[in-house]
Structures are given as structure tokens and as C-alpha cells.
């Protein structure tokens, strides 16, 4: 373990980057970003198709390039991503260095080599299984071979994220406990390491069975573990958005907690709960009985639920608590109006906190519930549930932290600010009018995955209803706005780290420099006990509330005309 | 101070929680039993509840049974390719076949009278999609699903494949007669 490494404390933002950990993280977060490009490129042709009017790709190429758009966005974009996160609320937060870079740069190598074949199986055709890929369709060998290397060069990332806090701990760079945005990191990294074990159960097997090593995997067995895996990873995604809101807040606002208690108690619930949700893809299955559907579906997982309810009111709740004591204390919303709604990295963290609570919650818990789980089961209700949570909730996150990380971890001049200060606006809201008329779709019944709604050419064809058409070619429209939304977020990235003005990177030093201890403060001890210090954030959580209730009944209601079964 | 720092108080988890804080776990902590419960409630008074009778099966036992009961209750032949179509007495089991890419038999109910649906898979997974009465449900191979089944409408229903299933799935629709 050599010891020769530089620390720059940055003049922006005071944050100190090690020199190994600012490379990787660098290394990291751009890799991700090209599979966001990819993603993205593949995302036109996936929606063009969908458009009934377009009905662009023809349908092998559809199911070739929706396999891609899933894996390159849900799994390549969004790690790679998360690693560097790890990376920041580890080395950067704590002002340590890195642990073991060498390794951190054979994970990220593995990642890389990984999610390559992946891709190019894909594109060789045969492999068009969708990411699910389920047994026992087959996809060529190199498409799990690809998965499992990614899945290996993770988790190693993740055993290098728990030595960077040891090594922390050990060379003393703070004192007490480690910040929220850390402890939340640490949260994902937890659920990451069980997420890619269970990855590994099932994902090994399915490439000794494409190898023909092993003549049969159980295709429910297949399922329940797939979802393990596929469900938590997805907690994952969870634990690290709403670190970064946590660290928007703070960073914009000077936010701190409302309690610390409450929000690292919420994320301590998600990883005593969350890992059982893996039950809610398989409501409509055979095979699981009552019980155990209910118990994992709901009970435990209305605990995460519940979780996420707190984090909802928390983020905004500190926000408005930071604001309130910076003067802006008329009514219960001025708080909000002064916010600085043209800053795209508070912006996006505002956009995505309301997008995810309300489109992607309600609509998570509606089809995570025992009996309302028949009435979209598989219809595209389900990514337009889970375009709300990665994209509004995560990917918007992601990007909102991108625009603060520029002239801070990459030191660089941020590219026509002018365009950036639009662009969540942009992404974010089509992405919200995306998923509205993709639910409303699947409410229909349209089925996901599914490349002509006309039936065309079939003998007992069947036609949907008008409305049907019309949301389809709603997500059309709003898809490509949303694309175009994508697009400007990587030019401005892209564009910054290539052209961008160079910034002062600020003093280097061979030693870190501890974390000053922080004394406490008369409002940390005066709001607590007392007061009702966000009332504004309490009243938009009854607006929560109240839709999330009425929402949930009137889909009771439906499914109470719905055929007899018992 | 703030949430990218360590707790400037060494104790953070003596604070005392603030009472938005507070009101709103009480809240959001009622609402999560509610859902919890109603779940249990529906299977105590509510219609709409799946069965969860599931055997074990292979293609050619599932598919032996099915052309028993083909043989027994085909009542006529559809479209070119004779699709037969089955009707069994109320209360009786019926069997339907998902395979690449098709649903056969077509089978025919009577409007408020229970069924016994019995499905599987001789390949891939697909899906039930019942429409335009939008029910739902996975059909996995090798298990061999039994629903109970009452229709409250009548009228011409598809079976809409909607899990996919390999290069003809958006081909794969089955049909259900209500009268
Ligand atoms: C930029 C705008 C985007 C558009 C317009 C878009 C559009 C779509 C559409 C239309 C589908 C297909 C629905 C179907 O036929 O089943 C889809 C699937 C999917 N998308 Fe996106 N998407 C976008 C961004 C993203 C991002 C950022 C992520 C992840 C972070 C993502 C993850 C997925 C996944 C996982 C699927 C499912 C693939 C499957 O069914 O296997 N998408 N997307
Ligand atoms: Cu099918
Ligand atoms: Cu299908």
C-alpha cells in the first residue's frame, strides 16, 4: 500500500480530494456517463417503437435494443455512477485516502470488461433476453459471463468502500460518527454486497446451464432469487439518491438533519427490511402461498415504505428549517419560493424528491400489494412505476449532483449554465408526464415489452381501446422530450470536462487535514424537543398523504369489479 | 452542521425528535398497518383474491390432461387453424395452454358460474393477460397454476401475452368466450 498520495483541498468547496480517490471517481463517473449516452441513443429507438403512429424499429431490433436500453441504464449507468458515489461519501467526506487503489482500479477494470461483453452480446444477436432474462430462454454464455464479472468488479468496489472507512477511522480524519450522506452510503454498500450475492446464486447456475455444465434451472426458483437481486439492487439506488439529497441540502442550503436519529434511523429500517421485497415481483406468480406473499410484499416492506416516507419529509423538512433560519420565515411557503429554483443541483434534488414520492411511491406501494398487483402485473404500468423511481428519483439525482460536481471534482468551468439551469426541468417533467401516461396505459392493460399493439397479421387479434393509442403515443411525445432532456445533460457534462474553462485545483498537501471538530450550536440544541420547525414540509406531506390514500382506494375500488377469484 | 459533516453532538441519538418529525412517523406508521391489514382483509371478504394451488408439472402431463378434457367438451372449431373450443359444465376444471406462440384451447364460460382454470407453460414464461377485464397473471413452466374463476360480464375476452416470450410474443393472444 504506498502512501505517496496528495491531498487538494478544493477552494469552491472546501471538500479535500485525494489524488488516487479523485481519479477513480473521475473514472467512474464518466464510464457511466457514456452508458447513459448509450442508454439514451438506445432509449429512441425502444420509444420511437412504442409510438404506435411511429412504430419505427422492426420487432427482432425492438427486443434487441430494449434488452440494451435496460442493462445499460438500469444496471451499467447507474453503478458505475454509485461507485464513484461510494467513492466521494468515503475517501472525500471523511478526508482519508483511499484504501487499496490498485484494487479499486481492478474492480473498476472488471466493471468495465464486464459491461463491454455484455453489450456486445447483445448486439451479436440471439442474446435478446431482456435483462430479466429468465430460464429457460437462453442468451448466449457471454451475456451472464459479462453480468457476473460486472457483478464481481462491484463488489469488490464495495469491500473498497468499507476499507477506505476503516482507514478512516484508523487515521483519525474525524471524530464522533460518520456524516448522514456516509452512513446512507454505507446503507447502499450493505444492501449492494447481499443484492450481489444473490446476483451470483442465480446468475452462475443460468451460465453453467447457457454452457450446458448443468441441464436445468428451476424457472420459479430462477425467478424468486432474479428478483432478490433485481428488487434490492433497487434499494440500492434508493439509499444512494437520498444520500445525495441529504447532501444537496447540506451543501446548498447548509442543511443539517432535522435529527439525526430519525434519518439514520430510517435508513437502518431499509436495510433490516428492504431485502425482502424481491416477494412484490412475484405476486401473480404460482407457487409462493398467501402468507408469505403478504408478509414479504407488505409487512416488512411498509417498514422500508415507511422509511421513505420519513426521508420525504426529512430532506425538504432540513431544507426548510436552513431557510427559515436564514430569514425567509413569511408563511408556510416563502421557504420554498426564495429557494434557488435557477441552481440545477438543488433544482434537480427538488424535482426528483417530489417526482419519486409521488409517482414513483404511490404507484410502487399500489402494485406491491397482494390482490392490486393482478391489475398490472406486466402491463408497461410497471416502467412507468419504475421510470418514476431510477430516472426521476435516481438518474435526476445523479445529474443534479453532476452540475455541482463539475467545477468541484472535475475543475472545470461549467458550460453554458444557461442551458443547464433548464435542463431538470426539461428531463424531470416530461420524465413526470412520461410515467403518468405510461401508468395510464397500463391501466388499460397494454402490455410492456410488447412491440405492436395492433395485433396486425394475427387470427384472434385484439383491439385495444382508443385511449389506448392515445397514452402510447403520449409516451412517444414525452419520451423524446425527455431524451432531449438526456441529451442536454451530456452535453453540458461532456462538453464542460472537454472544453470547459480550467478552474485553480486549490492547494495540494501530502497529509490530510482532519476534519475541524464542529461545535455545537445554539439552534442545534434549541429545535427539537420544542418546536413544529417545518410546518410547510408537514403540510406538503399531507398533500402526500391525502393522494397517496385516495389513490390507493380507488384501486380497491377497481379491482372489486374485476371477475370473481378466489 | 450538516448532513456531509460528522454530528457536531458526540450523543445525536439522545436528541430529542422535532414534532413534525414525530406527527408524521405516527401518521406514516398508521398508514403502513392499514395497507397491511387491508391485504388481509381482502382475503377474508373481498372476491378478489389469487389462488395460490399450484402443482408441479411437465408438458406432457399437463398436456394429457388438457386433450382429455378437449376431447370431452370441444363444442366447435374456430379459425383456420381449428382452434377448438372448449366448454365445460360450471364447476368443472379446464385447462389452457401457453406455448410459443399461442393459447389453445379457446374456452367458453358462463356468465356468474365458477371455474377451475388450470394453466402452464410449455416453454418460456408467458403471460395471462385477460382484457379488456384486465386481470393479470404469470404463467411459469413446470408449475401448473389452478384458478378459480367466476365471470361477472359476458362478451369476447382476449388472452394477451404479456410477458415476453421470444420474437412472435406480441403474436401470442388467446380467446375467451363469456355467455
Ligand atoms: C431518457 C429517457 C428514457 C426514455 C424515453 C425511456 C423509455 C423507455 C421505454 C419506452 C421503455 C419500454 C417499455 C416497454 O416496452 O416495456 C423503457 C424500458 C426500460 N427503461 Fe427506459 N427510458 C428512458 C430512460 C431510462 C433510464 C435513465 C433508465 C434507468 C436508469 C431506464 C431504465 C429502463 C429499464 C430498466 C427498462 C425495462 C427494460 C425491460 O423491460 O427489460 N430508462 N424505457
Ligand atoms: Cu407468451
Ligand atoms: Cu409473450
Same mark, same amino acid.
Given at each position: 500500500?504506498?502512501?505517496t498520495?496528495?491531498?487538494?483541498?478544493c477552494?469552491r468547496?472546501?471538500l479535500q480530494?485525494?489524488?488516487?480517490a479523485?481519479?477513480?471517481?473521475?473514472?467512474?463517473?464518466v464510464?457511466a456517463?457514456?452508458?447513459?449516452l448509450?442508454?439514451?441513443?438506445?432509449a429512441?429507438?425502444?420509444?420511437?417503437?412504442?409510438w404506435p403512429a411511429?412504430?419505427?424499429?422492426?420487432?427482432?431490433r425492438?427486443?434487441q435494443?430494449?434488452?440494451a436500453?435496460?442493462?445499460?441504464m438500469?444496471?451499467?449507468?447507474v453503478?458505475?455512477f454509485e461507485?464513484?458515489?461510494?467513492?466521494?461519501?468515503s475517501?472525500t467526506?471523511?478526508?482519508?485516502?483511499?484504501?487499496t487503489?490498485?484494487?479499486?482500479?481492478?474492480?473498476?477494470?472488471?466493471?468495465?470488461i464486464g459491461?463491454?461483453?455484455?453489450?456486445?452480446?447483445?448486439?451479436?444477436?440471439?442474446?435478446?433476453v431482456m435483462?430479466t432474462?429468465?430460464?429457460?430462454m437462453?442468451?448466449?454464455?457471454?451475456?451472464?459471463?459479462?453480468?457476473?464479472l460486472?457483478?464481481v468488479?462491484?463488489?469488490?468496489?464495495?469491500?473498497?468502500?468499507?476499507?477506505?472507512l476503516v482507514?478512516?477511522?484508523?487515521?483519525?480524519t474525524y471524530?464522533?460518527?460518520?456524516?448522514?450522506v456516509?452512513?446512507?452510503?454505507?446503507t447502499?454498500?450493505?444492501?449492494?454486497v447481499?443484492?450481489?450475492?444473490?446476483?451470483?446464486?442465480?446468475?452462475?447456475?443460468?451460465y453453467?446451464l447457457?454452457?450446458?455444465?448443468i441441464?436445468?434451472v428451476d424457472?420459479?426458483?430462477?425467478r424468486t432469487?432474479w428478483?432478490?437481486f433485481?428488487?434490492s439492487?433497487?434499494?440500492i439506488n434508493?439509499?444512494?439518491?437520498?444520500?445525495?439529497?441529504?447532501?444537496?441540502a447540506?451543501?446548498t442550503?447548509g442543511?443539517?438533519?432535522?435529527?439525526?436519529r430519525?434519518?439514520?434511523g430510517?435508513?437502518l429500517?431499509?436495510?433490516?427490511?428492504l431485502q425482502?421485497?424481491?416477494?412484490?415481483?412475484?405476486?401473480s406468480?404460482?407457487?409462493?402461498?398467501?402468507?408469505?406473499?403478504?408478509?414479504?410484499t407488505?409487512?416488512?416492506?411498509?417498514?422500508?415504505?415507511?422509511?421513505s416516507?420519513?426521508?420525504?419529509?426529512?430532506?425538504?423538512?432540513?431544507?426548510?428549517?436552513a431557510?427559515?433560519?436564514?430569514?425567509?420565515?413569511?408563511?408556510?411557503?416563502?421557504?420554498?419560493?426564495?429557494?434557488?429554483?435557477?441552481?440545477?443541483?438543488?433544482?434537480?434534488?427538488f424535482?426528483?424528491?417530489i417526482?419519486?414520492?409521488?409517482l414513483?411511491?404511490?404507484?410502487?406501494v399500489?402494485?406491491g400489494?397482494?390482490?392490486?398487483?393482478?391489475?398490472i402485473h406486466?402491463t408497461?404500468?410497471?416502467?412507468g412505476?419504475f421510470?418514476?423511481t431510477?430516472?426521476?428519483g435516481?438518474t435526476?439525482?445523479?445529474?443534479?449532483?453532476t452540475y455541482?460536481?463539475?467545477?468541484?471534482?472535475?475543475?472545470r468551468e461549467?458550460?453554458?449554465?444557461?442551458?443547464a439551469?433548464?435542463?431538470p426541468?426539461?428531463?424531470?417533467?416530461?420524465?413526470?408526464f412520461?410515467?403518468?401516461v405510461m401508468m395510464g396505459?397500463g391501466?388499460?392493460?397494454v402490455?410492456?415489452?410488447?412491440?405492436?399493439l395492433?395485433f396486425?397479421?394475427?387470427a384472434?387479434?385484439?383491439?385495444?381501446?382508443?385511449?389506448?393509442?392515445?397514452m402510447m403515443g403520449?409516451?412517444g411525445i414525452?419520451?423524446?422530450a425527455?431524451?432531449?432532456?438526456?441529451?442536454i445533460?451530456i452535453y453540458?457534462?461532456?462538453?464542460?470536462?472537454?472544453w470547459?474553462?480550467r478552474?485553480d485545483?486549490g492547494?495540494?498537501?501530502p497529509a490530510?487535514?482532519p476534519i475541524p471538530?464542529?461545535a455545537?450550536t445554539?439552534a442545534v440544541?434549541?429545535?427539537g424537543?420544542?418546536g413544529?420547525?417545518?410546518?410547510?414540509?408537514?403540510?406538503?406531506?399531507?398533500?402526500?398523504?391525502?393522494s397517496?390514500?385516495?389513490?390507493y382506494?380507488?384501486?380497491?375500488?377497481?379491482?372489486?369489479?374485476?371477475w370473481?377469484?378466489s | 452542521?450538516?448532513?456531509?459533516?460528522p454530528?457536531?453532538?458526540?450523543l445525536?441519538?439522545?436528541h430529542?425528535?422535532d414534532?413534525v418529525?414525530?406527527?408524521?412517523?405516527a401518521i406514516?406508521?398508521?398508514?403502513?398497518?392499514?395497507?397491511?391489514f387491508?391485504?388481509?382483509?381482502?382475503h377474508?371478504?373481498?372476491?378478489q383474491n389469487?389462488s395460490?394451488?399450484?402443482y408441479k408439472?411437465?408438458?406432457e402431463?399437463?398436456?394429457k390432461?388438457?386433450?382429455?378434457v378437449?376431447?370431452?367438451?370441444t363444442i366447435?372449431?374456430?379459425?383456420?387453424?381449428?382452434i377448438?373450443?372448449v366448454?365445460v359444465?360450471?364447476?368443472g376444471?379446464?385447462?389452457?395452454?401457453?406455448?410459443?406462440w399461442n393459447?389453445?384451447?379457446?374456452l367458453?364460460f358462463?356468465k356468474?358460474q365458477t &371455474?377451475?382454470l388450470?394453466m %402452464?407453460?410449455?416453454?418460456?414464461?408467458h *403471460?395471462?393477460?385477460l382484457?379488456?377485464? /384486465?386481470?393479470?397473471i404469470?404463467?411459469?413452466?413446470? &408449475?401448473e397454476?389452478?384458478? %378459480?374463476?367466476?365471470?361477472?360480464?359476458? *362478451?369476447?375476452?382476449?388472452?394477451?401475452? /404479456?410477458e415476453?416470450?421470444?420474437?412472435?410474443?406480441?403474436?401470442?393472444?388467446?380467446?375467451?368466450?363469456v355467455?
Amino acid at each position: 500500500m504506498s502512501q505517496t498520495t496528495t491531498y487538494r483541498t478544493c477552494p469552491r468547496s472546501g471538500l479535500q480530494f485525494e489524488a488516487n480517490a479523485e481519479k477513480l471517481m473521475t473514472a467512474n463517473a464518466v464510464t457511466a456517463v457514456v452508458f447513459l449516452l448509450l442508454g439514451g441513443i438506445l432509449a429512441i429507438g425502444v420509444v420511437l417503437t412504442r409510438w404506435p403512429a411511429v412504430h419505427w424499429l422492426e420487432a427482432g431490433r425492438f427486443y434487441q435494443v430494449l434488452t440494451a436500453h435496460g442493462l445499460d441504464m438500469l444496471i451499467f449507468w447507474v453503478i458505475f455512477f454509485e461507485i464513484a458515489v461510494l467513492y466521494f461519501c468515503s475517501s472525500t467526506l471523511l478526508r482519508c485516502r483511499l484504501a487499496t487503489p490498485k484494487i479499486a482500479w481492478l474492480a473498476f477494470a472488471l466493471m468495465l470488461i464486464g459491461a463491454v461483453t455484455n453489450n456486445v452480446a447483445v448486439y451479436q444477436g440471439g442474446s435478446s433476453v431482456m435483462m430479466t432474462s429468465y430460464v429457460p430462454m437462453m442468451a448466449a454464455p457471454s451475456f451472464y459471463l459479462g453480468l457476473i464479472l460486472f457483478a464481481v468488479g462491484a463488489l469488490i468496489a464495495c469491500f473498497v468502500f468499507f476499507g477506505t472507512l476503516v482507514v478512516a477511522k484508523r487515521d483519525q480524519t474525524y471524530q464522533g460518527s460518520v456524516p448522514l450522506v456516509t452512513f446512507g452510503a454505507i446503507t447502499a454498500c450493505i444492501i449492494a454486497v447481499f443484492t450481489i450475492a444473490s446476483g451470483a446464486i442465480i446468475l452462475i447456475p443460468t451460465y453453467l446451464l447457457s454452457l450446458g455444465v448443468i441441464d436445468r434451472v428451476d424457472p420459479l426458483v430462477y425467478r424468486t432469487i432474479w428478483w432478490a437481486f433485481g428488487h434490492s439492487s433497487q434499494q440500492i439506488n434508493v439509499a444512494a439518491h437520498i444520500s445525495i439529497w441529504y447532501a444537496v441540502a447540506a451543501i446548498t442550503f447548509g442543511a443539517k438533519p432535522m435529527s439525526e436519529r430519525v434519518s439514520r434511523g430510517a435508513f437502518l429500517l431499509y436495510i433490516l427490511f428492504l431485502q425482502l421485497a424481491s416477494a412484490h415481483h412475484l405476486l401473480s406468480d404460482p407457487g409462493m402461498s398467501t402468507e408469505w406473499k403478504i408478509v414479504n410484499t407488505s409487512y416488512f416492506m411498509y417498514f422500508a415504505v415507511l422509511a421513505s416516507m420519513i426521508h420525504g419529509l426529512t430532506v425538504p423538512g432540513a431544507i426548510e428549517v436552513a431557510q427559515r433560519a436564514k430569514g425567509y420565515n413569511k408563511g408556510l411557503f416563502e421557504w420554498l419560493r426564495k429557494a434557488p429554483w435557477g441552481n440545477p443541483t438543488f433544482s434537480g434534488v427538488f424535482i426528483s424528491i417530489i417526482g419519486f414520492g409521488f409517482l414513483g411511491g404511490i404507484s410502487g406501494v399500489m402494485m406491491g400489494t397482494e390482490q392490486l398487483n393482478m391489475l398490472i402485473h406486466n402491463t408497461v404500468y410497471v416502467p412507468g412505476h419504475f421510470h418514476a423511481t431510477v430516472v426521476i428519483g435516481t438518474t435526476l439525482s445523479f445529474m443534479a449532483l453532476t452540475y455541482f460536481l463539475i467545477p468541484v471534482l472535475f475543475k472545470r468551468e461549467m458550460i453554458n449554465p444557461g442551458l443547464a439551469k433548464w435542463q431538470p426541468y426539461l428531463f424531470g417533467l416530461s420524465m413526470y408526464f412520461f410515467c403518468l401516461v405510461m401508468m395510464g396505459a397500463g391501466t388499460l392493460g397494454v402490455p410492456r415489452r410488447h412491440w405492436d399493439l395492433s395485433f396486425s397479421g394475427v387470427a384472434m387479434a385484439y383491439e385495444w381501446p382508443g385511449a389506448a393509442y392515445l397514452m402510447m403515443g403520449l409516451v412517444g411525445i414525452a419520451g423524446v422530450a425527455a431524451i432531449i432532456g438526456g441529451a442536454i445533460y451530456i452535453y453540458i457534462t461532456v462538453g464542460s470536462l472537454l472544453w470547459g474553462k480550467r478552474l485553480d485545483q486549490g492547494e495540494r498537501s501530502p497529509a490530510p487535514t482532519p476534519i475541524p471538530l464542529t461545535a455545537p450550536t445554539a439552534a442545534v440544541q434549541t429545535y427539537g424537543s420544542t418546536g413544529f420547525a417545518a410546518p410547510g414540509t408537514f403540510v406538503l406531506a399531507l398533500v402526500f398523504l391525502v393522494s397517496f390514500v385516495l389513490y390507493y382506494f380507488i384501486n380497491w375500488k377497481y379491482l372489486s369489479t374485476l371477475w370473481g377469484l378466489s | 452542521m450538516s448532513a456531509i459533516l460528522p454530528p457536531a453532538e458526540r450523543l445525536w441519538w439522545k436528541h430529542p425528535l422535532d414534532r413534525v418529525e414525530g406527527t408524521w412517523i405516527a401518521i406514516a406508521f398508521v398508514w403502513c398497518l392499514v395497507m397491511f391489514f387491508m391485504m388481509i382483509y381482502w382475503h377474508a371478504y373481498g372476491q378478489q383474491n389469487l389462488s395460490t394451488e399450484t402443482y408441479k408439472t411437465t408438458p406432457e402431463l399437463f398436456a394429457k390432461k388438457a386433450q382429455a378434457v378437449i376431447d370431452k367438451y370441444t363444442i366447435r372449431t374456430e379459425t383456420d387453424g381449428h382452434i377448438p373450443v372448449v366448454a365445460v359444465p360450471p364447476g368443472g376444471d379446464v385447462y389452457l395452454i401457453a406455448r410459443l406462440w399461442n393459447f389453445s384451447p379457446i374456452l367458453e364460460f358462463e356468465k356468474g358460474q365458477t &371455474y377451475r382454470l388450470h394453466m %402452464t407453460s410449455m416453454d418460456y414464461n408467458h *403471460g395471462f393477460s385477460l382484457q379488456p377485464a /384486465n386481470i393479470n397473471i404469470q404463467i411459469v413452466p413446470g &408449475y401448473e397454476h389452478v384458478v %378459480t374463476i367466476t365471470p361477472n360480464q359476458s *362478451g369476447t375476452f382476449s388472452v394477451v401475452c /404479456n410477458e415476453y416470450c421470444g420474437i412472435g410474443h406480441h403474436t401470442m393472444v388467446g380467446r375467451i368466450y363469456v355467455k
